[in-house]
């Protein structure tokens, strides 16, 4: 078994209060914690590795991305979904080319830009060539905005995690839902749903797969609390 039938091997047969969990590295030494910790996969947030490189979230060009998602898969055994925002303008046989090249297995396309939404049913052939030039080599995992845009009706979500489905999507992510929705949207969608988990408060991981998540990610949160954590041996050094 390779490395992109192992990672979505882990997405199936889930018990609700075991879904998977996957720390977001933002370089290849914290990657290299994560997998040493005995996580099964990981997957790159886009904002922390923005923050690694010294750009704001949304900013960091292409090229320099794909080259980051490069060390870190390099730096581990472990399978490595990547955060590739919006695809950065890229045609999808060029997108995957590219990805492929980095040795990731899989990625997470956002159904927005700029904060506003994207048309779900162009979206959902955009998804449907990607998953055409890529077979089953990567992992598609399908942003769903709508919650953090504004619209706060989850039946909204549920529609655009179908057609994107239905396109070939193999998990959806609808970010930034509350957690009361979960259920709703468990009962609404389709294969694997991605939730967002916040680190140090919120639910568990295990709470938040009995409401419904088939896997955990948690964005920058990570790179977030290990800056924190800097400033404060910082202070000491100082």
């Known amino acids: 078994m390779n490395k992109a039938q192992t990672f979505r091997a882990l997405h199936q047969g889930r018990i609700p209060a075991d879904p998977l969990v996957l720390p977001g590295p933002w370089d290849a030494a914290s990657a290299r914690v994560f997998a040493e910790a005995g996580f099964p996969a990981l997957a790159t947030p886009s904002a922390g590795v923005a923050a690694s490189l ?7 060009p292409a ?7 490069a060390r870190i898969v390099r730096a581990v055994d472990v399978p490595v979904s990547a955060d590739i925002e919006g695809g950065y303008g890229l045609a999808p046989t060029e997108l995957v080319e590219r990805l492929l090249e980095t040795g990731a297995v899989g990625c997470n396309l956002e159904d927005s830009a700029a904060g506003v ?3 779900p049913r162009e979206h959902a052939d955009r998804l449907a060539e990607v998953r ?3 077979g089953d080599a990567l ?3 399908a942003r769903v905005d709508t919650f953090i845009t504004g619209v706060a009706d989850p039946e909204q979500a549920i529609h655009r995690a179908a057609l994107y489905v239905a396109a ?3 998990c959806v992510y609808p970010i930034g839902a509350p957690t009361t929705v979960l259920p709703l949207l468990r009962s609404g ?4 749903i991605n939730v967002f988990a916040m680190v140090g408060a919120g639910p568990s991981p295990t709470e938040l797969g009995e409401l419904g998540a088939t896997r955990i990610t948690f964005g920058p949160g990570l790179q977030r609390r290990a800056t924190a954590a800097l400033r404060e041996i910082t202070a000491e050094v100082k």
Do not use: C, H, R, W
């Open 54 to 60: 010294g750009y704001e979230d949304g900013s960091t």
């Open 63 to 69: 090229d320099e991305m794909f080259a980051a998602v």
């Open 117 to 119: 939404l994207k048309d």
């Open 132 to 134: 055409y030039a890529a």
């Open 139 to 141: 992992f598609v995992n």
């Open 168 to 170: 070939g999507a193999d």
């Open 189 to 192: 969608i389709q294969g694997p």
